[in-house]
């Protein structure tokens, strides 16, 4: 199984392509728009939000309700686009309009236009941006419906925005940021349950499951770290209190704990699979960090663009949709 995204985060949609669901699975275009409007939710948003209201439409691949086994096709239509057609319209658009040259920080902008050749990140940021994790979204909430008919739940839990925990010490960290002109990363936990034992592979390094899903997961824009189980925590520990001693219960093989996070050797051993994922700060920052502008060579403040305190929230949801992707296609390896 293996999907494909494209658009710009102004540009006029969004587009997805899912290939290798299987076909006679149900799917409800309103669950798609469901995690679409969760992905939308969160203390510390933008004023994106706030225009946007997502939802996709499915072009092909799905007849009456139904898995067709070909191609999935998807778009999610972008309603800031009316506001940026006149410069990121893909035939007429203006180039010499909208232009970021005092690179920022932390995002794709400077290694984007020095790879690509270009004098203008606008040619970056726009397919660089978290926007694209719309369609993602979208894919991944096909792939939680046919997860969810084999008895799969996909959940997640945040752990902490800003390095603190609760939601009214996190809330409180969020207004201070954003009267700072300052932004926040944090860290989530996606739990599976419900997931048979071998999926995965011990054979190829390819095939590992914890591989797969640190590949997946760490793709999402501005994640960090991926942690399986203890994660880090592991290495300060003796064996003893680590490895997850195995009882013979009534009909199956159980763990006295789940510190492998549910997987070993790059296989599920039927315990939940819990995954925890960290969110460095977003790089666009009201106040501005040093930068150089890349047109003039002059030494400048990064250029603002529109963007949220904290999209952790968000992230999380993200995060689901795309470990929905990695089960189900593991469950068709």
């Given at each position: 199984?293996?999907?494909?995204?494209?658009?710009?985060?102004?540009?006029?949609a969004?587009?997805?392509i899912?290939?290798?669901?299987?076909?006679?699975i149900?799917?409800?275009?309103?669950?798609?728009?469901?995690?679409?409007?969760?992905?939308?939710?969160?203390y510390g948003?933008?004023?994106r939000?706030?225009?946007?209201?997502d939802?996709?439409?499915?072009?092909?691949g799905?007849?009456?309700?139904?898995?067709?086994?070909s191609?999935?096709?998807?778009?999610?239509?972008?309603?800031d686009?009316?506001?940026?057609?006149?410069?990121?319209?893909?035939?007429?658009?203006?180039?010499?309009?909208?232009?970021?040259?005092?690179?920022?920080?932390?995002?794709a902008?400077?290694?984007?236009?020095i790879?690509?050749?270009?004098?203008?990140?606008?040619?970056?940021?726009?397919?660089?941006?978290?926007?694209?994790?719309?369609?993602?979204v979208?894919?991944g909430?096909?792939?939680?419906?046919?997860?969810?008919?084999?008895?799969?739940?996909?959940?997640?839990?945040?752990?902490?925005?800003?390095g603190?925990?609760?939601?009214t010490?996190?809330?409180?960290?969020?207004?201070?940021?954003?009267?700072?002109g300052?932004?926040?990363?944090?860290?989530?936990?996606?739990?599976?349950?419900?997931?048979?034992?071998?999926l995965?592979?011990?054979?190829?390094?390819?095939?590992?499951?914890?591989?797969?899903?640190?590949?997946?997961?760490?793709?999402?824009?501005?994640?960090?770290?991926?942690?399986?189980?203890?994660?880090?925590?592991?290495a300060?520990?003796?064996?003893?209190?680590?490895?997850?001693?195995?009882?013979?219960?009534?009909?199956?093989?159980?763990?006295?704990?789940?510190?492998?996070?549910g997987i070993?050797?790059?296989?599920?051993?039927g315990?939940?699979?819990?995954?925890?994922v960290?969110?460095?700060?977003?790089?666009t920052?009201?106040k501005g960090?040093?930068?150089?502008?890349?047109?003039?060579?002059?030494?400048?403040?990064?250029?603002?663009?529109?963007?949220?305190?904290?999209?952790?929230?968000?992230?999380?949801?993200?995060?689901e949709n795309?470990?929905?992707?990695?089960?189900?296609?593991?469950?068709?390896?």
């Amino acid at each position: 199984m293996r999907y494909l995204t494209a658009g710009e985060s102004h540009g006029k949609a969004l587009v997805g392509i899912l290939e290798g669901m299987p076909s006679h699975i149900k799917i409800s275009l309103g669950k798609i728009n469901e995690q679409l409007a969760r992905r939308q939710q969160g203390y510390g948003r933008g004023g994106r939000m706030a225009i946007e209201r997502d939802t996709a439409e499915i072009l092909s691949g799905v007849r009456g309700g139904v898995t067709l086994g070909s191609p999935i096709a998807l778009i999610i239509n972008n309603r800031d686009y009316a506001n940026w057609q006149e410069v990121m319209c893909p035939v007429s658009g203006d180039l010499s309009k909208k232009q970021l040259t005092a690179v920022r920080p932390g995002h794709a902008d400077l290694s984007g236009c020095i790879k690509y050749g270009f004098d203008d990140a606008r040619n970056v940021l726009e397919r660089a941006s978290a926007r694209e994790t719309a369609m993602r979204v979208a894919i991944g909430a096909i792939c939680r419906q046919y997860l969810e008919q084999k008895g799969i739940e996909v959940t997640s839990r945040i752990i902490s925005i800003g390095g603190v925990s609760g939601d009214t010490k996190i809330k409180t960290a969020i207004d201070k940021a954003k009267a700072d002109g300052d932004t926040l990363g944090g860290i989530c936990e996606v739990i599976i349950k419900g997931v048979p034992v071998g999926l995965g592979s011990h054979v190829h390094y390819d095939r590992k499951l914890d591989a797969l899903m640190a590949m997946h997961l760490m793709s999402i824009q501005s994640v960090k770290a991926v942690e399986v189980g203890l994660g880090v925590e592991s290495a300060r520990l003796r064996g003893s209190q680590v490895h997850d001693e195995i009882v013979l219960g009534s009909s199956e093989y159980k763990r006295k704990s789940n510190n492998a996070g549910g997987i070993e050797g790059g296989m599920t051993n039927g315990e939940d699979i819990v995954v925890r994922v960290s969110f460095k700060p977003i790089p666009t920052l009201m106040k501005g960090l040093d930068t150089v502008d890349i047109k003039t060579g002059k030494a400048v403040k990064a250029a603002p663009e529109r963007s949220d305190v904290c999209a952790v929230e968000a992230g999380a949801v993200v995060v689901e949709n795309v470990a929905a992707f990695v089960i189900a296609d593991a469950l068709e390896s």
